[in-house]
């Protein structure tokens, strides 16, 4: 019986002492779970940016629709990328459209995917301080439209006050002469010019009014 007993202990004994190396074998289980403290930041950061292209499109549209000329554009936002697709009727459509968009806040960058349905043909000029000299025979009605928008432009912009610039659509080329106050005057009446520029390219014979000491003529 002894013999018995002392076999079982030891038996037992052993047993134990495998359990508890196999027991010591296991690898710790991790209790960390993943690391997700920023995604709530990620998604709050995409919906805020997703609120704002929207708000952006709707202010666009709501824009639009209360002028004729831009009843066709259509408008979407991406990460305050607008872009606008469709026809206008004129350069000068074109021109105020993107104009319009330019400067609302949240606004990125601008992508001009309008198109124009009128065509330029040449011979003829306008002036923003002169009726147009053109005759508007079949050859330059287009021509003279084109040199009106531009020269309408150039009077509607508040940084242009007291200039004084001809426009001659001839062919190609879209020819600015005529006085200025400042090198940014200037500026601006190419930039305008080239807005309307779509199949042409901008002449600048512009000069600089005497008595502007603080910008030179070129």
């Not at 928008?149 to 080329?173: C, Y």
Request: net charge neutral; with cysteine; charged share 20%.
């Amino acid at each position: 019986m002894s013999v018995c007993r002392t076999a079982a202990i030891l038996s037992a004994l052993l047993c134990g002492q495998g359990q508890a190396i196999l027991f010591a074998q296991q690898p710790a289980q991790s209790t960390a779970g993943p690391n997700t403290a920023s995604a709530p930041n990620q998604t709050q950061a995409q919906g805020a940016s997703q609120r704002r292209d929207q708000n952006l499109r709707r202010e666009i549209q709501q824009q639009f629709a209360t002028d004729p000329a831009f009843q066709s554009i259509e408008v979407n936002v991406s990460n305050g990328v607008v872009v606008l697709e469709g026809p206008v009727a004129s350069k000068r459509d074109r021109w105020r459209a993107v104009n319009s968009v330019k400067v609302l806040p949240d606004v990125a960058r601008i992508d001009d995917r309008l198109t124009i349905t009128a065509r330029a043909v040449e011979g003829a000029t306008a002036s923003t301080y002169t009726t147009s000299t053109a005759t508007f025979d079949s050859t330059t009605a287009k021509a003279a439209e084109v040199a009106n928008e531009i020269t309408v432009a150039v009077a509607d912009d508040p940084t242009l006050a007291k200039s004084r610039v001809n426009v001659t659509v001839a062919g190609d080329s879209i020819e600015l002469t005529g006085t200025v106050r400042t090198k940014e005057q200037r500026k601006k009446v190419r930039e305008i010019a080239n807005a309307f520029a779509v199949h042409s390219h901008v002449v600048d014979k512009l000069t600089i009014a005497p008595g502007d000491h603080g910008t030179d003529s070129k």
